[in-house]
T-cell receptor
């Protein structure tokens, strides 16, 4: 079967740095992506890693190690608006027509 | 950027009736769209993959006759929940991938409540 594991909850204060880990066991792998979802809203795409290494996009960075079946999302200079659920997702095929989501990590940022 | 429009955002219907949810890619063509269901505080569960001009591919455990999917054009996919029951109440989200960009774009979701 397919599985993606990530912590269910993380708490932090404004200005801090948070890392959300994701380990996966899937039948195929073409890339790891991260999505943010605020309560009641739709998921929005944050980042995508197809190759090992770190991808940086502003305050958010994402890392992938294919040999370890592991990745993480790093959020820096946390703001209250970053409080949301964060999902890692694995693209299973080259066509990108199969995407499996983790169960999500709820991040709560306090002042 | 890629935009996916989903309508309606909220719908309340009576048990036994059918509800249609539309998903449109506004500025790109989507040969494939995806339909997800999400329960409160839970992950997105893929229900089916909608293919333009052909039959949808359903995930295991998802009833084809209950959740009818039609993908008649490159920009429109519809999900019809037939003979809805209270257990069908959920958040339904569609998504599509713009090949010019990474990542999938999601619609804003439809909160279905069956009473």
């Amino acid at each position: 079967g397919q599985s993606l594991e990530q912590p269910s909850e993380v708490t932090a204060v404004e200005g801090a740095i948070v890392q959300i880990n994701c380990t996966y066991q899937t039948s195929g792998f073409y890339g790891l992506s991260w999505y943010q979802q605020h309560d009641g809203g739709a998921p929005t795409f944050l980042s995508y890693n197809a190759l090992d290494g770190l991808e940086e996009t502003g305050r958010f960075s994402s890392f992938l190690s294919r040999s370890d079946s592991y990745g993480y999302l790093l959020l820096q200079e946390l703001q209250m608006k970053d409080s949301a659920s964060y999902f890692c997702a694995v693209t299973l095929n080259q066509a990108g027509t199969a995407l499996i989501f983790g169960k999500g990590t709820t991040l709560s940022v306090s002042s | 950027g890629a935009v996916v429009s989903q309508h309606p955002s909220r719908v309340i219907c009576k048990s036994g009736t059918s509800v249609k949810i539309e998903c449109r890619s506004l500025d790109f063509q989507a040969t494939t769209m995806f339909w997800y269901r999400q329960f409160p505080k839970k992950s997105l569960m893929l229900m089916a993959t909608s293919n333009e001009g052909s039959k949808a591919t359903y995930e295991q455990g998802v009833e084809k006759d209950k959740f009818l999917i039609n993908h008649a054009s490159l920009t429109l996919s519809t999900l019809t929940v037939t003979s809805a029951h209270p257990e069908d109440s959920s958040f339904y989200i569609c998504s599509a991938r713009n090949r010019a960009a990474y990542g999938y774009t999601f619609g804003s979701g439809t909160r279905l409540t069956v009473v």
